[in-house]
């Protein structure tokens, strides 16, 4: 039109660049059946260089999961090595206190702390003396042991720590004084070093007065030609011993008795006939007191005239002998010199089995220091006697006289037949028949003393 201006040409939009499925825009090669596609502002010569789009790019990322476990038992790791080292203990043990009321499990490093003390009970005192004592308790849990013992004036020691961990407990106290009261304080720490005590007090014993030993009842008896016997009583449990001699200086003692009795004997042997001698008797107790009983004389009998004829009557010196005892033990007449000595020979017979009844009863009755009493089996061998007593046991010496030597020599010729003789060895009553009663054999035996 006239006097129109001119337009500039309106720029036409540029259309999306399409792809197909391929990831190639429409018309690419190798595209079947696909529409040439041509940039609007594509230039029109012909070096234009074609640029081929391959679709987006795919970014490799690293496992996540894997990356946290490591990181985890890294801190873990230095975590548990910081512990062992020690350089969490204060801070835990403040978290322990912290947490003390509240229940955790005990595999927790930050588990409540043990505050508790152990329980004392059973505190009692025992064997008390003049110097010591023995403390004793029992806890609720495994503790050491520790005494702290006070005296009147307030001086304190303490016993030896006992670091044994157990729940019975036991110290002694020693170097104390005595009849003195004292404070004591037991102490038991558990292994988390939490501490308990008990409080109690206690007097030592006081300090005793040494009783003196008394001798009484001193008495001389069996005395012989050669011998005697000194017997004695104390009013406590204590040694026996004997000095003698012709003089009251004496020289002579007995071997000490060391067994604690409180009655006494002592024989004395080896003596001169016709003889006056002094003694004294000792005796020491338990806690060392002595007692002494001083100079008392007796005078030893006169010796059997060497002409006395030996034999088997009444009146003469008895014929010495040696036999054995079922068990091989040999038994001498002279050995019981000094005292009344009754003989039995004996067999295996009606009237013997009855009077061995009677001679046992005296035997039983009678003190063996003043009579000794011998039942000789004759012409009967150790086997019959051995079956004759497995019937009627007997305690009283049995000798056996299996050749009938020593019967021969005091005269036996039938059972029983039984010879009393006295403290010189002389023959003072014989029967040669079985005795009725024990009344009849003691008749003889009084008539001896």
């Known amino acids: 039109m006239p006097g129109a201006v001119p337009q500039a040409p309106v720029p036409q939009p540029i259309p999306p660049r399409q792809y197909g499925t391929d990831g190639q825009p429409p018309g690419a090669s190798g595209s079947p059946g696909a529409m040439p596609y041509v940039s609007a502002q594509q230039p029109s010569v012909s070096t234009q260089k074609t640029f081929v789009d391959t679709g987006p790019i795919r970014v490799r990322r690293f496992p996540t999961a894997l990356v946290a476990i490591l990181i985890i038992a890294i801190i873990g790791l230095l975590g548990f090595a910081t512990f062992k080292a020690g350089w969490l203990e204060a801070p835990l043990s403040t978290v322990q206190e912290f947490?003390?009321?509240?229940?955790?499990?005990?595999?927790?490093?930050?588990?409540?702390?043990?505050?508790?003390?152990?329980?004392?009970?059973?505190?009692?005192?025992?064997?008390?003396?003049?110097?010591?004592?023995v403390i004793t308790w029992?806890?609720?849990?495994?503790?050491?042991?520790?005494?702290?013992?006070?005296?009147?004036?307030?001086?304190?020691?303490?016993?030896?720590?006992?670091?044994n961990l157990v729940t019975n407990h036991s110290v002694s106290l020693i170097d104390l004084?005595?009849?003195t009261a004292y404070h004591f304080t037991a102490t038991s720490t558990d292994a988390k070093e939490n501490q308990a005590i008990a409080e109690g007090d206690l007097t030592t014993s006081a300090q005793t007065t040494a009783t003196p030993l008394t001798i009484s009842g001193v008495k001389v008896s069996n005395i012989t030609d050669s011998n005697t016997t000194i017997t004695w009583q104390t009013d406590k449990p204590a040694t026996s011993q004997v000095e003698y001699g012709t003089t009251n200086a004496y020289g002579s003692t007995t071997t000490l008795d060391q067994?604690?009795?409180?009655?006494?004997?002592?024989?004395?042997?080896?003596?001169?006939?016709?003889?006056?001698?002094?003694?004294?008797?000792?005796?020491?107790?338990?806690?060392?007191?002595?007692?002494?009983?001083?100079d008392q004389t007796f005078t030893t009998r006169s010796t059997v005239s060497a002409a006395a004829e030996v034999g088997p009557e009444v009146g003469k010196l008895a014929p010495d002998f040696t036999l054995p005892t079922l068990d091989g033990k040999q038994v001498s007449l002279s050995e019981f010199r000094g005292k009344i000595v009754m003989i039995n020979f004996w067999q295996n017979v009606q009237q013997c089995r009855t009077e061995l009844d009677y001679i046992q009863a005296v035997y039983d009755k009678w003190p063996?220091?003043?009579?000794?009493?011998?039942?000789?089996?004759?012409?009967?061998?150790?086997?019959?006697?051995?079956?004759?007593?497995n019937s009627k046991p007997l305690t009283l010496p049995i000798l056996i006289d299996e050749t009938g030597e020593v019967a021969e020599k005091y005269d036996v010729l039938r059972s029983p037949v039984s010879l009393f003789i006295d403290a010189q060895g002389i023959i003072k009553d014989r029967k040669d028949w079985p005795f009725k009663n024990e009344v009849q054999i003691e008749s003889i035996l009084n008539s001896m003393q």
Do not use: R
Request: with cysteine; net charge negative.
């Open 368 to 389: 063996q220091d003043k009579l000794a009493i011998l039942a000789v089996s004759w012409k009967q061998t150790p086997q019959d006697v051995q079956s004759f007593l």
């Open 99 to 133: 947490v003390s009321g509240i229940k955790l499990p005990q595999w927790l490093p930050i588990s409540p702390k043990d505050t508790t003390p152990p329980t004392i009970q059973n505190v009692s005192v025992s064997n008390i003396t003049m110097t010591g004592a």
């Open 138 to 163: 029992q806890t609720d849990e495994p503790a050491t042991s520790q005494v702290m013992i006070c005296d009147p004036g307030g001086g304190c020691t303490w016993t030896e720590l006992d670091e």
């Open 259 to 294: 067994n604690l009795t409180a009655s006494h004997s002592a024989i004395l042997a080896g003596l001169k006939p016709n003889t006056t001698y002094h003694f004294k008797v000792k005796s020491k107790d338990a806690s060392g007191n002595e007692a002494t009983f001083q």
């Open 177 to 179: 004084k005595p009849n």
